[in-house]
């Protein structure tokens, strides 16, 4: 419950139905996709435009209270949960696109546009949005912005900073900054280029200017075969040094298979096998086929039982959406999962799957892995039942193993996710304190009150000392 | 007779497997018509799920005005399911959580009253002749008239219009005057049986559907059999949480349709389609009753099913430009897509033009437009905006409930533009390409 006083600045800022108030009503917004971690905000504010951001975020301060953006909620890493009995600012009902510059490929847009909804829009004029996460037809692009969000196409395209040019910033003392804008390069520091991924904690993006590209002109897509998910990780390896450049390489397991063939958005992938490998080439015509043809023949060389070529943009649609809706879809074997999302060298994927796979009957877990496996970022689900205590704690004990594991072999803890609430305290695998400490600096920033999303990302107790001389905000009216 | 408790209690363990299979991944959230309108998650198909878990969870009374008022703003569309990877029957999960919650809380008379005219025959027919008697008068349709234009259409002015959106459209380009003449039944062996599911709302106040759809079945080679003692298919009352009632209806009609010995039942209805089609749901715990209500569940079509297995026949044509609208019962409950558009691409002349937007609901969703006036409205106005958009001369649909929801807003922009039954269009074309012999002059 929020004080009073600030209830009634926010129903003045937002509207009385711009605010949500009641306990109950509240409920809802207790976790995002990843509901291991469940708790309640004090209020949820909805606004429609930046001035209402802005107003919301100066009453909020000014009572002290932390804050946590959210999008669509559709995170795995904890992100948008509201610690503390912080107040969501939620972007749901920012969702025009405000312009789209087709000529200079360029879109403006508020932050709660769904991103697949941007790439229809775009694709009146021939344009499209490149980076697409496996939720993209329910998350935002401000989540986008916030998560550095990646997708099965980041292979080829790279991820949400490679697109994201422009920025308007409400920051923690409700100030609005423009960072970039206009196109790609702006002088002096990349400022973009360090909001984006910046998980909530250095302010709310109200305005984004992103980049588009136009739609290739063929697409080939080759669905591999395995009896082994070595081998399918094998042929990943193989494909990628051969010099080849696909759009994206992925990898789906026996028990995801088996899950989404269940689903309504059964692919046709073969229930017996252990591994499919999607394999996408865009671009020209000329020489899609050819490539198509090398990485078929190098996948039947790694031990593919079949290759499989999408004959028509239906087959096309229907194998990608086995893919993208795999993670739904492990709700048919059990009601909860862990989603981790490590990252690791190629040439390391077949021996890290056998480990998880040893880790997940160690534990006696079932682990179903969907993964970008051209990018190394796995995605091992660990399913489970949160109302068996015991199993969860063995989750979580699997979970740290996997995740020492893949820190062992030269990776690290998350690939597109986040950090967010999750694996906060598990960056110090990753990082000595003095990296820490300048990660905090950068924070403060941008937030020198600790008020934007605290308690994500940094774990608290490598925090710089207390009153250690915090630079100025670089905020301003 | 259960109690509230032990409806409650038994509710509550039947939902807690379905629950379950949510992940939260969050991919319904831009489905679903309240949640891209209102933006607040308890909105949203899994933010509803969610406070049902509460409910199961002990954390959350299902009095509570949060329960009743996201619970009881869902259209019921079921929009969501197609797109949920885990696969949450979450109509299902609706109806009882309807039912939990109204027995917390006593739902608002109107929409009791209505429910209770629409399950009792003797209440029904009074109800429904009253209703045609006021169409008879053509008071609606000038009160209409009169409002058209004026702010957006709720309460009584949206009663009235959707009254007189129920009235037969107005004559279509080329038609040639003259009824069509009855046609002799042809008894023959080998043809399907099917009977007919009169309903209540569509044998009130669109008879006029049920005899159309008696005709294009026969031109196409289906055997139509009457079956008696049939009555209202409980669909609104499931969906309002009154299972009890639903079920002795179902009870009813099973009988009936048993009685009859059809092949198939048509449903001209897709709102009754789709609640008969899941009587093995509604009556799984009478073990007498289950395996019969599974078969007779396994033999409801749509009428566009059944015409288009069998091509459907062409007709005369019909020089007329249209957009389709899905209604979500038949999209997105019964996962029947192709038919209609099959259906339409027979008639010679027709020319269809998409409708974007089609797959979304109208805002009808039954007694919605009584329980929430303005966001149905909001919804139902948006439908009618991207009809306008479309250049179309008319607007064809399979249900009633959309029929005078989206007619009802049509009429009110003055735009002239009439709403028809698929089969009432398919039945024109047939009269003119001479399928039902002389026509009678």
């Known amino acids: 419950m929020v004080p009073v ?38 209020a949820v504010v909805l606004p429609r435009s930046t001035d209402q951001v802005q107003g919301a975020v100066r009453a909020i301060a000014e009572h002290g209270l932390p804050i946590v953006p959210r ?32 000529p200079n490929r360029r879109a403006v847009l508020q932050p709660g546009v769904i991103n697949a909804e941007l790439s229809v829009a775009a694709g009146a004029h021939g344009l499209y949005y490149a980076p697409d996460p496996s939720s993209q037809t329910a998350c935002t692009i401000g989540g986008n912005v916030a998560e550095n969000s990646g997708g099965p196409h980041c292979l080829k395209y790279g991820v949400t900073s490679r697109y994201v040019t422009g920025l308007a910033v409400v920051l923690a003392d409700g100030s609005m900054v423009r960072l970039g804008g206009q196109g790609r390069e702006s002088p002096g520091y990349d400022l973009v280029g360090l909001f984006v991924g910046s998980e909530g904690c250095f302010g709310i993006a109200t305005e984004i200017e992103v980049g588009l590209l136009p739609v290739p002109e063929g697409v080939c897509t080759l669905l591999g075969i395995f009896d082994r998910i070595d081998d399918a990780g094998q042929a990943v390896s193989d494909i990628v040094g051969a010099g080849l450049l696909p759009a994206a390489l992925e990898i789906i397991d026996g028990p995801t298979i088996r899950a989404v063939e269940d689903s309504v958005f059964a692919a046709g992938y073969p229930i017996d096998a252990e591994a499919a490998l999607v394999i996408e080439f865009d671009g020209m015509e000329a020489g899609l086929e050819h490539d198509a043809e090398r990485a078929a023949a190098l996948c039947a060389l790694a031990g593919a039982r079949e290759v499989r070529t999408a004959r028509d943009e239906d087959e096309r649609m229907a194998l990608w959406k086995g893919r993208k809706k795999a993670f739904g879809a492990m709700g048919r074997i059990a009601p909860d999962l862990l989603v981790q999302d490590a990252t690791v060298p190629r040439t390391t994927l077949p021996s890290i799957l056998r480990g998880i796979s040893d880790i997940g009957q160690r534990y006696d877990l079932v682990v179903a892995n969907v993964f970008h496996a051209g990018d190394g970022n796995l995605h091992p689900n660990i399913l489970f039942d949160r109302r068996d205590e015991h199993e969860l704690e063995r989750v979580e004990r699997a979970s740290k193993e996997i995740m020492q594991l893949c820190v062992d072999s030269g990776g690290t803890i998350t690939g597109e996710h986040g950090v967010g609430l999750d694996k906060k305290h598990h960056m110090d695998l990753i990082y000595g304190p003095d990296e820490l400490d300048a990660m905090w600096q950068v924070r403060r920033v941008f937030d020198p009150g600790g008020v934007m999303n605290p308690g994500k990302v940094l774990p608290e107790d490598t925090g710089p000392a207390e009153g250690a001389g915090l630079p100025e905000g670089i905020g301003g009216d | 007779m259960s109690t509230p408790a032990h409806a409650l209690a038994s509710a509550v363990r039947k939902q807690e497997q379905g629950l379950l299979n949510c992940v939260h991944c969050g991919f319904c959230l831009p489905a679903c018509p309240t949640y891209r309108r209102l933006g607040d998650e308890a909105d949203s198909p899994r933010g509803r799920l969610y406070l049902m878990q509460a409910v199961v969870e002990g954390r959350l009374d299902p009095g509570a005005e949060a329960f009743q008022t996201h619970i009881g703003r869902c259209l019921g569309c079921r929009a969501c399911e197609p797109v949920c990877p885990s696969g949450v029957e979450y109509g299902h999960l609706l109806e009882l959580a309807r039912q939990v919650g109204g027995n917390a809380r006593r739902p608002p008379f109107l929409a009791r009253m209505l429910l209770r005219v629409f399950g009792t025959a003797w209440l029904a027919r009074p109800a429904m002749f009253a209703g045609r008697a006021m169409r008879a008068t053509g008071l609606p349709t000038l009160l209409t008239r009169i409002l058209a234009g004026r702010r957006p259409p709720k309460g009584a002015r949206l009663a009235v219009a959707m009254l007189a959106a129920s009235a037969p459209p107005p004559p279509l380009p080329g038609r040639t005057e003259g009824r069509p003449a009855t046609v002799p039944q042809r008894e023959t062996g080998d043809k399907p ?44 009352h499931a969906h309002g949480g009154d299972l009890e009632t639903a079920r002795s209806l179902a009870r009813r009609n099973l009988e009936a349709f048993e009685a009859a010995g059809v092949d198939f039942v048509a449903m001209n209805a897709s709102g009754c389609g789709a609640a008969m089609a899941d009587y093995g749901s509604l009556l799984a715990d009478d073990e007498e009753l289950a395996p019969r209500a599974r078969a007779l569940a396994g033999k409801i079509r749509d009428i566009s099913q059944l015409l288009a297995e069998r091509g459907p026949v062409p007709g005369g044509t019909v020089p007329l430009k249209v957009t389709y609208d899905a209604p979500c019962h038949l999209l997105h409950a019964q996962g029947v897509a192709e038919p209609p558009a099959r259906v339409l691409d027979s008639i010679p002349g027709l020319e269809v033009v998409p409708l974007p937007g089609a797959a979304e609901c109208c805002g009808g969703a039954g007694i919605y437009g009584l329980t929430n006036p303005r966001l149905g409205g909001w919804i139902g106005s948006d439908k009618v905006q991207s009809v306008l958009g479309t250049g179309a001369a008319a607007l064809i649909t399979g249900n009633p409930g959309c029929m005078m929801q989206i007619g009802a807003g049509l009429a009110l922009t003055g735009a002239g533009i009439p709403v028809l039954h698929l089969v009432e269009l398919l039945d024109e074309s047939y009269r003119r390409g001479g399928l039902y012999g002389e026509v009678d002059r």
Do not use: W
Not at chain 2, 222 to 231: D, F, I, L
């Open chain 1, 5 to 42: 006083t600030l209830a009634k600045s926010l129903v003045e800022i937002c509207g009385r139905d711009g605010v949500i108030l009641d306990e109950e009503r509240l409920l809802v917004y207790e976790s995002d996709a990843l509901t291991a971690y469940r708790h309640r905000p004090g």
């Open chain 1, 71 to 102: 999008g669509a909620g559709t995170g795995l890493s904890g992100g948008a949960v509201a610690l503390d009995g912080a107040v969501v600012i939620g972007t749901a009902r920012m969702n025009r696109i405000l312009d789209i510059d087709a």
């Open chain 2, 193 to 236: 049986t099917v009977g007919v599911l009169a309903g209540c709302v569509q044998a009130g106040l669109f008879g006029r559907v049920n005899q159309a759809t008696v005709r294009v079945l026969q031109a196409n080679g289906y055997r139509v059999v009457s079956v008696p003692n049939q009555g209202c298919c409980g669909a609104l």
